[in-house]
């Protein structure tokens, strides 16, 4: 490995490191203001700064979620490469392990769980939790390749407007136009999310949704494109 190689590869690390770093201490500093409104104030602000609260958790991990596929990126794992075998799924122990997501010797991601108080279920084909793939194409993204997009699905409106507050600086919920699961999950009717499936989407790589009845919601991040 070159000392030019060397030098960019310690800095993309590096500059990674900060961006988990700030994510930490923005989580901690929430976590302590909620703590103090718990014992201080009514039943709706508790439930307000618990929203504010999971809404950061939630971006949180999809911050560090991008952050690890990006660094596995730039150590030669294409994103054709990448492998979502969880722990608990069969074939994750195989060998090679390099660009496998989940696996020490691979990414090193945590597999994540929503927590209980977030979740707003309706179905449980496919339940609520985080999803992540390489499934269909975001039409605003650079190419017309699929891209990897993590999921956090069936999540309460009070948490998805409180995202959406944090991305585009409103509690509107833009609505796809049909079921979540075939835009934003690695489902048998896959569709990718274009402008005609959802226009107020255009251009954001991250945001709250909700599918086209406004009964269920979702929050998509977009972590590697082409």
Same mark, same amino acid.
């Given at each position: 490995m070159s000392n030019k190689f060397q030098e960019k590869y310690n800095n993309a690390q590096g500059n990674a490191l900060i961006y988990v770093l700030i994510a930490i201490a923005?989580?901690?500093?929430l976590s302590f203001t909620l703590s103090r409104q718990s014992r201080n104030s009514g039943t709706s602000e508790i439930d307000d700064a618990k929203a504010e609260l999971y809404a950061m958790q939630l971006i949180t991990h999809?911050?560090?979620?991008?952050? !690890? *596929?990006?660094?596995?990126?730039? #150590?030669?794992?294409n994103i054709d490469d990448l492998i979502f075998t969880k722990p608990s799924e069969a074939g994750f122990s195989n060998?090679?392990? !390099?660009?496998?997501?989940?696996?020490?010797?691979?990414g090193g991601l945590t597999a994540a769980t929503i927590p209980a108080q977030a979740i707003y279920q *309706? &179905? &449980?084909?496919?339940?609520?939790?985080?999803?992540?793939?390489?499934?269909?194409?975001?039409?605003?993204?650079?190419?017309?390749? #699929?891209?990897?997009?993590?999921?956090?699905?069936? !999540?309460?409106?009070?948490? %998805?407007?409180? *995202?959406?507050?944090?991305?585009i600086g409103s509690i509107s919920i833009p609505a796809l136009s049909g079921d979540m699961s075939e835009f934003l999950?690695?489902?048998?009717?896959?569709?990718?999310?274009?402008?005609?499936?959802?226009a107020a %989407?255009?251009?954001? *790589?991250?945001? %709250?949704?909700s599918n086209n009845t406004a009964t269920a919601y979702s929050f998509y991040s977009v972590i590697l494109d082409r």
């Open positions: 923005l989580f901690a500093g999809a911050s560090q979620v991008k952050s !690890i *596929i990006e660094q596995m990126s730039f #150590t030669g794992s060998a090679p392990y !390099i660009h496998k997501v989940y696996h020490p010797q691979g *309706i &179905s &449980s084909t496919p339940p609520a939790g985080w999803y992540l793939d390489r499934f269909n194409n975001v039409e605003w993204t650079k190419t017309a390749g #699929t891209d990897v997009m993590l999921t956090a699905y069936q !999540i309460s409106r009070a948490v %998805c407007e409180k *995202i959406n507050k944090k991305i999950l690695n489902t048998a009717s896959n569709s990718d999310l274009t402008i005609a499936s959802c %989407c255009e251009g954001y *790589i991250s945001l %709250c949704v």
